[in-house]
């Protein structure tokens, strides 16, 4: 069992460590101690729904289609050295420093609506969740494991920087965290991408 879990966890946890728009919303409302168990739940549930539209979706695709599934795994190879290349250039250059903004908070219904936005209507999220964990998941016997592996990374990750904002802040601050960060990411991705080709 966790021969597919392990992975699956890897995977989601690598992909969704990328820093973006979502991330530095739940890490500010941490930060800011603001309906960060609402924040997190959201985010958390709606990578859930996602991470299994992908596996169970890819699964029925690659049984009708059989091309489909090397087609994809080529694709997601190569979308996972672009992205690697993108965070290694990111460490070369230098990472940026997130700060929190200060000001007065928003309500759960303001906030919910901003997390919400952030995920369903960021084009990122569908081809990590969706097509990448989705076609990856393929590979393995029991895809069902691995994408609860995914989701299981995305639970954690999320309550983890939500609630854990005010111990990584200090060490956030400085731009050779982020550097080390996007080095980390980068090489995450060149390993799954190499996986991924000579599988």
Same mark, same amino acid.
């Given at each position: 069992?966790?021969?597919?879990?392990?992975? *699956?966890?890897?995977?989601?946890? !690598?992909? =969704?460590?990328? =820093? *973006?728009?979502?991330?530095?919303?739940?890490?500010?409302?941490?930060?800011?101690?603001?309906?960060v168990f609402a924040t997190c739940l959201t985010c958390a549930v709606s990578d859930a729904l996602l =991470?299994?539209?992908?596996?169970?979706?890819?699964? !029925?695709?690659? +049984?009708? /289609?059989?091309? $489909?599934?090397?087609?994809?795994r080529y694709g997601g190879a190569a979308f996972l050295l672009a992205y690697g290349a993108l965070s290694l250039r990111s460490a070369w250059n230098g990472g940026a420093v997130l700060v929190a903004e200060g000001g007065p908070g928003a !309500?759960?219904?303001?906030?919910?609506?901003?997390?919400?936005?952030?995920?369903?209507?960021?084009?990122?999220?569908?081809?990590? +969740?969706? /097509?990448?964990?989705? !076609?990856i998941s393929a590979q393995y016997d029991d895809r069902l494991q691995f994408g609860l592996g995914a989701v299981?990374?995305?639970? $954690? @990750? @999320? @309550? +983890?920087?939500?609630y854990g904002a005010r111990l990584l802040a200090p060490v956030f601050a400085r731009p050779g965290a982020w550097r080390a960060l996007d080095l980390g990411i980068g090489l995450v991705m060149w390993a799954i991408a190499a996986k991924l080709v000579i599988m």
């Open positions: 069992m966790t021969s597919a879990v392990l992975p *699956g966890f890897a995977l989601g946890f !690598s992909l =969704i460590l990328a =820093i *973006g728009a979502q991330n530095a919303f739940v890490l500010r409302q941490g930060l800011r101690r603001e309906h =991470i299994t539209a992908g596996v169970a979706g890819f699964g !029925s695709l690659a +049984t009708v /289609v059989p091309w $489909f599934e090397p087609v994809m !309500s759960l219904c303001r906030t919910l609506a901003t997390v919400l936005a952030f995920t369903w209507l960021n084009p990122h999220v569908y081809l990590d +969740t969706v /097509v990448l964990i989705g !076609s299981a990374a995305s639970f $954690f @990750f @999320f @309550f +983890t920087l939500g």
